[in-house]
């Protein structure tokens, strides 16, 4: 997103009449994905909810509006992301008990800052031809001498490999963890580069075999037209780490302390997280739900039971940036 549209959306926010209940978001989320939630808000309780779709900036954009920024909350993915925004001071403690109902203590800052509101996997997408069934089976098997050649991933200095590599290092500390990144490294068919989703199409064309994705973005490749082909290809494999499960993700929200619509904010919070807005998210967005009870969209069952790791993701964002040192260090992405 441009400087210009951005400083547009954020004075249309900052601008819009008070003459109804309104909510404004700063979303890293894609358009697409949230819509149908907060349509759906407007149409339960009648507050509109302005959106500001935030490519990149967020807390800088944040920092330098201050008490005078019209946002109300703040919506993004990745745990490294959510903490960034309340390590920068711009968000504020809410305290509900219907958030604390709905969503359990692992997904929850203790200190009520920020709320996770889907969870996903890291997993491996493994071509459906060369890889055989349960050749794959650990985050650790990733540097087995036997894939060399065979692994294509995005950047590991992206915000998901960087929190996969930050719950490896606190599984297995710092030494075991340099060792591991230069071994996938070594395995690599060819540069880093491009999204979760190139990498599938690498599979389909035979230029990998195996390569790093979130869940959801299978569910994408399906629905697309020229897509589907490439998701055909390859099959979901849910790796674990040695002694732990496979490595989780969230997608999540924060109430900002300027908030100058406090009270239609938490009512939008609440919804997100209620049965309704938690079954959008699974059939729209094809992530797990973080409420319990919330079933999965067929497509998600489909891909079978695993075992989430029991690691604590503040755990995971507090080692983020030890993670990108060592990930640096090695010259992943050299």
């Known amino acids: 997103m ?3 549209i951005l400083l547009a959306l954020t004075t249309a926010l900052a601008a819009t009449p008070a003459l109804a209940e309104e909510v404004n978001v700063y979303s890293h989320r894609q358009p697409e994905l949230v819509q149908p939630l907060f349509d759906a808000f407007t149409k339960e309780t009648g507050i509109d909810v302005n959106v500001a779709f935030v490519d990149k900036g967020m807390v800088e954009r944040l920092v330098a509006e201050g008490a005078r920024s019209p946002a ?3 919506m993004t993915v990745d745990i490294a992301r959510l903490m960034q925004v309340v390590d920068a001071g711009v968000t504020q403690p809410v305290e509900d008990p219907a958030l604390d109902a709905a ?3 692992e997904f929850r800052d203790p200190g009520h800052q920020w709320f996770g509101l889907t969870t996903r996997a890291r997993i491996v997408y493994a071509s459906r031809d060369r890889v055989k069934d349960g050749e794959v089976t650990s985050y650790e098997d990733l540097a087995d001498p036997k894939w060399k050649g065979r692994i294509c991933t995005r950047p590991f200095t992206a915000d998901y490999n960087v929190a996969l590599t930050a719950a490896y290092l606190a ?3 710092e030494e075991a963890t340099r060792t591991w990144l230069e071994g996938v490294k070594a395995n690599l068919a060819k540069k880093p580069e491009g999204n979760d989703r190139s990498q599938v199409k690498s599979i389909w064309a035979g230029e990998c075999d195996i390569s790093l994705g979130n869940t ?3 569910g ?3 629905a697309d037209p020229v897509e589907k082909d490439y998701a055909a290809a390859v099959r979901i494999v849910f790796p674990k780490f040695e002694g732990g499960g496979t490595h989780m993700n969230i997608s999540g929200v924060a109430m900002t302390k300027s908030a100058p619509n406090k009270d239609a904010a938490l009512k939008l919070m609440e919804f997100l997280a209620s049965d309704e807005a938690q079954r959008i998210y699974a059939e729209t967005n094809n992530e797990f ?4 009870g919330v079933p999965r969209s067929a497509l998600v069952e ?14 995971v964002a507090k080692l983020r940036p030890a993670a990108l040192k060592l990930i640096e260090s090695v010259n992943f992405d050299g």
Do not use: C, N
Not at 289 to 292: C, D, G, H, L, S
């Open 220 to 222: 994408q490749m399906v």
């Open 302 to 315: 489909s891909w079978g039971e695993f075992t989430p790791d029991a690691l604590g993701l503040v755990e």
């Open 216 to 218: 959801y973005y299978m």
């Open 289 to 292: 739900p973080v409420k319990p």
């Open 72 to 74: 109300d909350l703040v």
């Open 171 to 173: 599984h297995h500390g």
């Open 103 to 105: 969503i359990p203590a």
């Open 2 to 4: 441009t400087a210009r």
